[in-house]
């Protein structure tokens, strides 16, 4: 592991620290209520998915039960919402 690949995945994990505290002892009525939260979480979860791009290859080849690893890039762009 690289120590590019260390520091990302320290970013990812902070942000998923922050988004958990964000939501904890909240239900989804209060989510959906909540227009800052929503925004909060967009940005913790935009900001975990760029860093997750940013993950080497070789980190992700050598880690196959990481979520996500498979994908040889984690490009959000081709991902559709409904």
């Known amino acids: 592991m690289s120590k590019d690949d260390t520091v990302y995945l320290g970013h ?3 942000q998923a620290r922050k988004a958990h505290l964000a939501i904890r ?3 989804r009525e209060d ?3 909540d227009e800052t939260l ?3 979480l ?3 979860l935009q900001t975990i998915g ?3 791009r940013r993950v080497s290859d ?3 080849d050598s880690h196959p039960e990481a979520p996500g690893s498979s ?3 984690c490009d959000t762009r081709s991902y559709t919402t409904t």
């Open 38 to 40: 929503q925004l909060a």
């Open 42 to 44: 967009t940005y913790l």
């Open 12 to 14: 990812m994990l902070d």
């Open 31 to 33: 989510f959906l209520a």
């Open 58 to 60: 070789a980190f992700r």
């Open 25 to 27: 002892g909240r239900s």
């Open 50 to 52: 760029e860093a997750a």
């Open 71 to 73: 994908l040889s890039a």
